[in-house]
């Protein structure tokens, strides 16, 4: 699979429409990140995404991942590309100085990390998952703990992996069952089953470090009850050798619609030592704790995928020659036209573009604000990237998978075998709306925690804050007609949420679709109103004119939707389904 | 997989909404067809449906085809039950009697492949190609053709094939390369590679008829000069035995996405016997003389990819216990109330059956424009008939693929392997949004063949006949507002397009999507009219409710979209994508 990371617009992006140099001049920690190092940097992703990683994605898919009593194999050209990825010390890139880490602001890691997913989305979910792991145990580890534990996952010698979900239990982690009993040495015993463990057992590393979350003995029942432990493979020595193995095991690896080069696994814990991260019974914050970092990953995930569609769909549409322009054959010379000549393709490409260039630009903003909430004592940015993090997570994997399955469209029947590459990137892009909180999860948690509950108070700040912001013709008045009506739609749910328990989950995913499309409709006349006077401008212009013509007027039919006289979603009993 | 056909709607639809018994009795072909006949069928493809085809569905995608020096072998599960399909005589439902066909209406047929796709789409596809090659055989056959192909197709002894697609030439199919020339005995020989053969070559039947485009020596350019064939891969004698292996082979099979049980060939002509089918250079023209009917069938894959769907969520939705209603526990005995009581859960299945619903009553009501067009002189069917087959087509398998990703989203992170079973229907599902003309070409005919080019004529006249029905309120004021919208939106782009030849293709995909969610407008407003008063009824007015108040405001969006004030889809050179 061919693969170019967008270094211009993330150059764009960065420097000319966030001035991350004006920002990150003010905050300490990222005083040393000149611009020629950040393009450096880009650069380097860029180069080992395209060059080493990308052609790893289809061989990877149809390899996948073999178990065999236990021992689980990954793709034989997964291998290689690993031990770059950790000896380039990608997977350290924002982590913590003191212990390995690089250092870098979440801003710049979350472009490098769209061109991790976009090249191998399985692949980097070995990475990704160790990159969790280490937020969770920085911020949650002893002195010890994190001594011991984020040299190894930051060099990516040892990897992470996150044990939530058991089969009864996925967004309801409250109901689990596995079990944590102390042991005379401080440590504990864990025993239970959890399922889709990815990254749970494999090759590619020398140890695995699984953060499980286990209840104890005497725990509070539901969510109150929950602690946080880390159960690594082999146990580790205070040097960091490794002892012996830890007593838990792959039962299996699930066979997946996608990621097949991503080992998921049943782990069984049969008694397995285990370490306690945090405090007893509030392992469920602690693992929260680091989810608003990992959801904007997931949402680059999205991301990813869409730029990578939009670039096998929009390559085969200038290759592909299939009917004529409808004013006149274009290439009179060939038997006919490229694909480009058909309006209806370009709808597609420019659709995928417009989510994708948005998209980008509003993961760089809630990375931002994840970077200013870390670094400084900025109280909106916290404010705003708890407001946003859900949409980031839902809106970019929807929008992701939506552009994957319209590239596909651009194929024909080319689109559906896997020689072109194409269907693979819409089974792997499908789970970024399922796993790490279902979009659904995160509706809610946009419209009910994050708006409703503070009385829409954070996002109308937010509001107010894109509006001030200088907006050139023509965009300026659609865009005040669309922050009106964002308004318009908050202060009704406001209003009718105290009479209505259903309302919120009812309309909460249109909800967080016309809040993302008038964030998107803000970054577009943002960026048609910065872009240069040249070709990249121009065309970041044409896409606005798409984006606020074509897509944001989807906005109308979300109000109507959400602005609903009456509620009937819960009208049926539950045996008419 | 469990699978249980919608045999109440189906007769509700049918007997209530449509008066099909009314109807039938001015039609000689269908006096004999009684109601206590009609459900019978329906009880019967019920069964076999549920019984013996629905338990194939998942071990067929499992075992796949596989392909050995030429030879496809299919699942082993297929066929058994393919044997049963056709000697129920499953395949010559809607088939001339002459020929052993049992003549009955293709609205009744239609049903019955819902059943069918829905029951498991790979091992139909078996079916409906034959189908289609018999549709074929019956229009443009000579009277020899005909008697000697159609018993044993109608039989399913032999099977159909359909060879179009060239790998540069799919859509485009005035670019092909496969040659034919003439034989001194009349008959052909033709030579070429065909792609994406569906049943190309398998094991099911005896013998396998290819209806097979190619091109004459002396042949016209472009699609006036492609003439259609019938290839078979036994020559048959004249009383219908077998003779000598025709000169084609499978060369290999497609690695698909989905489908998987269905072998999909590369088929190699090697100077195979051919035997012209209609007239020479009208080929195209024969071939599509059954698109309306074959892309109906299409359509309701996409409705019975839909339906199983909606099935196998809404079940899961009951049986999974996971949170607790917003309301306080609804289960209190239990650890957790079942996905049910959340709202957002609701709206996807609801979502789901609001489309599936309306859609079957549209696919109905299209099946009954063919009769009548096929069966009596009624012009205005013929012209409906026309009109609507793209819609069917689209609009179908659109919302069977989104219905089929939501149920998806119902299972959380079982959605995503195999063992649900869901998986595979997205995967499967997303076949029927490209082929028999992809999706992209389904809406430029509806908006430039089938509305522009009479001005809008036939849709106007279609939706002064929809207003005339009586609608109940609360619906009729909605329902009316909508049919101005579409009135409107149509006289936009009749008066329009002239000034931008662009135009059509730019916004064709909203329009098709603004005809389908007001015809959906339409029928649900005549369901809920005349829907019993009972638990049936009351459902049918709360899904109707449910659709005027969540789906519907979707046209807004369609609306402003569409009449936007500048085209700006093909601003851009081709190079800047």
């Known amino acids: 699979m061919q693969y170019v990371a967008p270094e211009k617009d993330a150059q764009f992006l960065m420097f000319d429409l966030f001035r991350a140099q004006e920002i990150w001049s003010g905050i300490p920690a990222f005083g040393d990140f000149s611009q020629d190092l950040v393009e450096a940097v880009i650069a380097e992703g860029a180069k ?6 990308a ?4 061989i990877g898919d149809l390899q996948g991942c073999t178990w065999n009593s236990g021992q689980v194999t990954t793709p034989e050209a997964f291998k290689g590309a690993f031990t770059q990825i950790a000896q380039g010390g990608w997977l350290g890139l924002a982590g913590n100085p003191e212990f390995g880490g690089q250092g870098m602001p979440k801003m710049l890691a979350s472009l490098i990390e769209e061109m991790f997913w976009a090249a191998n989305t399985s692949l980097y979910l070995y990475g990704t998952l160790t990159i969790g792991a280490c937020v969770c145990i920085e911020a949650h580890g002893t002195p ?12 990516g010698q040892w990897t992470g992996a996150m044990a939530l979900t058991e089969s009864h239990a996925g967004t309801d982690l409250g109901i689990m069952r596995s079990k944590a009993t102390p042991h005379a040495d401080g440590s504990y015993r864990i025993s239970g089953t959890k399922i889709f463990i990815t990254s749970g057992e494999h090759d590619l590393a020398e140890n695995i470090v699984h953060l499980t979350l286990a209840k104890l003995p005497d725990a509070p029942a539901g969510t109150k009850g929950i602690s946080l432990f880390i159960v690594p493979k082999f146990l580790p020595n205070e040097d960091a050798s490794l002892g012996s193995r830890n007593a838990w095991a792959s039962g299996s690896l699930e066979h997946k619609m996608g990621i097949r080069g991503s080992a998921t696994s049943v782990i069984n814990y049969d008694g397995a030592t285990a370490y ?24 680059l ?7 990578v569609a939009y670039q096998l769909s929009s390559r085969y549409a200038k290759d592909r020659l299939q009917g004529r322009s409808a004013q006149g054959a274009e290439n009179p010379n060939a038997a006919a036209d490229s694909l480009l000549v058909h309006p209806d393709v ?12 948005a998209g980008r630009a509003f993961a760089l903003f809630v990375g931002l604000q994840l970077d200013l909430a870390k670094y400084t004592d900025d109280e909106q940015a916290q404010a705003l990237s708890e407001l946003l993090t859900p949409v980031a997570k839902a809106f970019l994997t929807d929008k992701g998978f939506e552009g994957a399955v319209m590239a596909q469209q651009v194929f024909g029947g080319h689109g559906y075998v896997h020689e072109w590459g194409i269907e693979q990137i819409v089974r792997d892009a499908r789970i970024g709306q399922i796993y790490e909180g279902t979009n659904g999860v995160q509706a809610l948690d946009l419209i009910s925690r994050k708006t409703l509950r503070d009385g829409g108070q954070t996002l109308y700040a937010f509001i107010d804050r894109m509006a001030a912001d200088p907006i050139a013709a023509p965009f300026d008045e659609a865009l005040t007609a669309a922050f009106e009506r964002l308004r318009r739609v908050t202060g009704y749910l406001v209003d009718h949420s105290p009479d209505d328990v259903h309302l919120a989950g009812s309309v909460s995913t249109e909800f967080l679709e016309l809040v993302g499309h008038t964030i998107y409709g803000w970054l577009w ?11 990249f401008g121009q065309s970041k212009r044409v896409t606005a004119e798409f984006f606020f013509a074509r897509l944001l007027p989807k906005t109308l039919g979300f109000e109507a939707s959400i602005c609903q006289s009456t509620n009937t979603v819960m009208a049926l009993p539950a045996d008419r389904f």
Chains 1, 2 share one sequence.
């Not at 080992?48 to 990683?53: A, D, H, Y």
């Not at 914050?285 to 990953?297: I, Q």
């Open 346 to 357: 370009r709808r597609m490409l420019l659709t995928q573009r417009a989510y994708n260039e």
């Open 55 to 58: 052609p790893t994605n289809a």
């Open 301 to 307: 995930q999205g991301l990813g995928a869409g730029e």
């Open 144 to 155: 010890q703990q994190k001594a011991l534990y984020l040299p190894k996952l930051y060099s």
């Open 48 to 53: 080992i995404n395209g060059q080493v990683v």
């Open 525 to 535: 006349a943002r960026m048609a109103t910065i872009a240069p006077a040249d070709d």
């Open 276 to 299: 306690l991260l945090g405090e007893e019974n509030q392992g469920l914050a602690a693992m929260f704790s680091m989810m608003n970092y990992e959801r904007l990953s997931v949402g």
